[in-house]
């Protein structure tokens, strides 16, 4: 089974842009559809962006344009760019498989938008 680590969060004034990162072990990696979630303070979580094992990608509304998620086989890592931040995309990061599976919820990584 896979297991994910998040990374590349911190605190960024509106506008900015960040990176974060995904890092999978196990080595069926690579067939495993990945997608980017966030949870806000007292909110559900949220499905942000995914990428199919054929790389083709998905986004949510809110992030379309602004965000773009990749990913790299060989490194067996997810990455989601992130430019254009806004206040509202203030949240803990989480990637998962698409759709998820609920072991295998990481601790995310914190995205502070903040002037």
């Known amino acids: 089974q896979v297991q994910l680590v998040e990374s590349g969060g911190g605190l960024v004034q509106p506008g900015g842009s960040l990176r974060l990162s995904c890092a999978a072990s196990?080595?069926?990696?690579?067939?495993?559809?990945m997608g980017w979630y966030r949870q806000a303070p007292g909110k559900q979580r949220e499905l942000v962006a995914t990428?199919?094992?054929?790389?083709?990608?998905n986004y949510a509304d809110s992030v379309k344009g602004r965000f773009t998620i990749s990913r790299d086989n060989l490194k067996n890592t997810v990455y989601l760019q992130m430019n254009s931040l806004k206040p509202e995309d203030m949240a803990v990061y989480y990637c998962?498989?698409?759709?998820?599976?609920?072991?295998?919820w990481g601790q995310g990584t914190q995205v502070t938008v903040s002037s």
């Open positions: 196990g080595s069926m990696f690579s067939i495993y559809a």
């Open positions: 998962n498989t698409h759709p998820s599976i609920s072991t295998m």
């Open positions: 990428i199919s094992s054929g790389h083709s990608t």
